[in-house]
């Protein structure tokens, strides 16, 4: 076995990184995706009808019970074969995109719509009497007083899902898709495993690299929207020091 | 679309075989990985090793923020040079072309796993309030018996959904282990499927069986949960 080399490893972490934004298209999709609907899971999950909730839940626990390889490989053949007799279409030879969206999207679903639930939760019924009794519609009660407040709540686990979607969407290549990580494959076997090391250390600098950033993303976002931001940077804050000097 | 049935039967008790490689894993990985991830947790809670923290940072962040997939691809490709080269070194005759993939699985889950259960022991013991440490210190406790007596009993409640949340995600990690040339649930669906061509039914056949595995799981920790709760109650 020959010595790592650095300078190939830049070399292909330059050959691999176009193929980001595949890679981020479906992240982003699949959290899209997953914030729609998982609010009907959530809301699913909240109310008060029976039915929904036991649907909303057991979804929810076997979705986290399915390994990611095993529910890619399902998807992909198990579209196809639902959507041909109902569609008339065969799509066993679309773009392996749609699959992988599909398949992390059936996982954000069920991921968001607990971290939506946990939130909501968080926050306590007594704000949303609070506004009730304020006046304020159930509508406006859930949209100007409940959902601010959880969104701040829910943002930590938001930023750890996006980095375990970006982290679940690399076994693509399993099926054939063409992202950084389907990219190293081909590389891999272009070479002939001559520099496995160096490509593979390459896009784990990638991954890396990606998923810190989205990590100092998420810490600013959570920062930004907290309240103590907002007392600091408001006028308030000048009433906070009078008092406390008084 | 039409299920073949009889495929699904016999594929289902092949798969069953790899269940217990899938289980020799994980418990091999929390074996070792659960006294590591814990002592690492500690250290980096407590503001005594400054850089060594740090590094130990740098570690877990590596693991949290890289696929499973391609840790095994580095691990499984990079191990045995390594091997080979210290065996060299140190003249060891070792034959490391005949070690059993199953040391390389060991090696790789616990080396992510222990970075996964570092950071979870560590927010867990983040909800024992800090008074609690002074006061063991103050009342004269040394540290290994500031966490066994005073921090771990107040952390188990908070711990323990923590770990069974991360040990079904061990199991799910497992499946990969197909790519280390390793029998387990999944590489036996594979083969079946590929060698018959029934996609779905094989991997309908091993979703049943991790989800009843995972499932499982969650049962014995909820018994072991309700169990600390009672024995919490009498104290």
Redesign the interface.
Known sequence: ?KPFSLELFFKYIIKIVPFLGVTMIYVLASLLIGIVFGFFFAAAKIGNNRFFKLFAYCYT??L????????I??VY??VP??V??ILGVDISRANRLIFIIITLSLYSIAFISEIMRSSYHAIGRGQYEAAVSNGLSGFQAFYRIILPQAFVVAIPNLGNTI?SL???G??GFTIGLIDI?GRATLLNAATYSNH??EI??G??AI??G???LL?RLFVYLENRFSLNYKLEHTADKQAIQMEEMV | ?SLDYEFMKNTFFLCLKGVPVALNITAVTLLISVPLGFVIAIIRSNKKHPYLSKLLGIYI??N????????I??IY??MP?LIFYFCKRLNIDFDVYGMSNMVYAYITFSLCFTAFLAEAFRSGLGTVHKGQYEAAAVVGLSDYQCYRRIIIPQAITALLPILCTNV?GL???T??AFSMAIFDI?AIAKVEASADLC??EA??D??VI??V???LVELIFKLIEYRVKAHRAVI
């Open positions: 076995m626990a076997i986290r019970s399915i390994p990611s390889v095993v529910l490989f399902l053949y198990g074969a639902i041909k007799p980095i970006l982290k679940e690399s076994l990580m496995i090391l593979y250390f896009l784990a991954y890396w990606t998923s810190a990590e | 679309m962040s590596y949290r923020g890289t696929p499973m997939i391609v840790q691809y580095i490709n990079l040079y079904t199991i799910k990690m499946s990969l999944t996609f779905i991997y309908l091993i979703t991790y989800v595995l995972c499932l």
